[in-house]
């Protein structure tokens, strides 16, 4: 079983290297020299009675498969190791280790998410996989395969809670090159991409072409037209050092793989988009996409927690809008467990950034959301008062069909206080507002509503 799943294992790339990979056909020096390596390695588990207990370049495995249960430190060390045995650069390693160390720290909670260990396990796997495809220029998902069967095992997803040294020293050594990395002087100044209004375009004039059309094939919801575009302009980016580019196309990327609900690949591009770029609007809308996705699944850390980056990176850059919009959601998410404290701090937070947007769609807008907020924790009386002051920021815009939304909720929470004149009012309004839209649905149910107040 063991030789069957394990990554590091498979014979047709033992110990991934330039010289192996490069090496000509009929290269008999090398091949020996090759072959000599591999009888060194053989040599040392046949002295052992550990058969398959090594990695290719003769490292000791940390995972025990005998065992019934097999501890979750032992598969980041074994995936460590992993890295090591298949001669994967430091970037690759860097990139592999930011993901083992989510594992790590949500490993040592009271109570680990599995599903997000196991994200990220899939996540790290699909790195090495990709970076053994692209040295042996044919596919690979033995990484990934490894990973499917451990699920298949009995994992222990808790660990003490300790400072895992090996990741924190790798993660010291990703520090340190991301620090050289945004040393490097640039010639062209930094500049807000993302920003309200703006479409990000690189300077590069194949990388500009290149880009665009891949915009257009998303834009027609042609997503493996448009994969492939973003495929081949990311690899030009990275052929000319284009890190920011890079990472719009990471977020680009996304965003095709969030529309089409692919869950796991839009949040494995946005988290790249994040780490990548040095623009702090992308870094916030990556962090917000993030958020999004994991609300929408019901995850509630992970969901407040990319969130509140968004709030961060997204004050950081000015973006008042974007702010309110991860303020709101955070007191949406608060509400939904009916955390009155925080739903209403966060309410507020989003209000006042409202305000200092003067506009009037984010007003209103925020003070519906507030409003929908206030319903869930039973706080119908300010919900009034949000409702009413959406309805105003609304009528500003000549958004009908939001206005005609908002008399409905207003009417609703006056027909559950009995006040049935009230509510018949407000719905007439809703009327008017939807009159004046093309949305024949709301219009016959504002009717049907209507109506029953008549019987």
Not at 97 to 107: E, G, R, V
Not at 254 to 265: I, K, Q
């Amino acid at each position: 079983m063991y030789n069957s799943i394990y990554p590091a294992y498979a014979g047709y790339y033992s110990g991934l290297n330039n010289r192996q990979i490069t090496r000509k056909q009929g290269d008999e020096k090398s091949s020996q020299s090759s072959h000599s390596a591999q009888e060194e390695v053989q040599e040392r588990r046949n002295q052992t009675s550990d058969k398959g207990a090594y990695f290719p370049n003769g490292e000791k495995v940390a995972i025990d498969y005998t065992k019934r249960q097999i501890n979750i430190e032992q598969v980041l060390t074994d995936f460590k190791n992993t890295a090591n045995a298949i001669g994967a650069p430091e970037d690759i390693k860097s990139e592999v280790l930011s993901y083992l160390d989510l594992i790590n720290s949500q490993a040592q909670k009271d109570n680990p998410n599995q599903q997000i260990i196991q994200s990220n396990l899939k996540n790290a796997s699909q790195i090495l996989d990709e970076y053994i495809t692209n040295t042996l220029k044919k596919p690979s998902k033995v990484v990934e395969n490894w990973v499917d069967a451990l699920f298949l095992q009995k994992i222990d997803y808790k660990i003490p809670v300790k400072e895992t040294q090996e990741i924190s020293a790798l993660n010291a050594a990703a520090d340190e090159n991301t620090q050289a990395v945004q040393t490097v002087p640039s010639e062209i100044p930094q500049r807000s991409v993302l920003a309200q209004n703006t479409f990000y375009v690189p300077d590069d004039p194949a990388l500009k072409r290149m880009f665009i059309q891949a915009k257009k094939y998303a834009a027609i919801d042609s997503k493996e037209k448009a994969l492939s575009a973003f495929g081949n302009s990311l690899d030009y980016a990275m052929e000319i050092g284009d890190n920011q580019t890079q990472a719009i196309i990471h977020y680009e990327q996304g965003r095709l793989y969030d529309e089409f609900n692919e869950v796991e690949d839009a949040l494995f591009n946005y988290d790249r988009a994040a780490k990548q770029s040095n623009d702090n609007n992308i870094k916030a809308r990556a962090h917000f996409s993030m958020g999004k996705i994991y609300d929408d699944y019901v995850k509630f850390e992970p969901a407040v927690s990319h969130y509140c980056a968004a709030v961060s990176f997204a004050g950081e850059a000015d973006n008042l809008k974007l702010q309110t919009q991860a303020l709101s959601d955070l007191a949406q998410i608060h509400a939904g467990r009916y955390d009155k404290e925080n739903t209403l701090m966060f309410m507020d937070m989003a209000d006042t950034i409202a305000a200092e947007t003067k506009d009037s769609r984010v007003k209103g807008i925020i003070s519906s959301k507030n409003a929908n907020c206030c319903q869930k924790i039973d706080e119908n009386t300010r919900a009034l008062k949000y409702y009413g002051e959406s309805a105003y920021s609304f009528m500003q815009t000549d958004d009908n069909e939001k206005l005609a939304k908002n008399y409905v909720s207003a009417a609703q929470i006056m027909s559950e206080y009995g006040n049935k004149a009230k509510a018949k009012k407000l719905l007439s309004k809703a009327y008017i507002a939807a009159q004046k839209t093309d949305n024949s649905e709301l219009k016959m149910q504002i009717t049907r509503q209507i109506a029953d107040y008549n019987v």
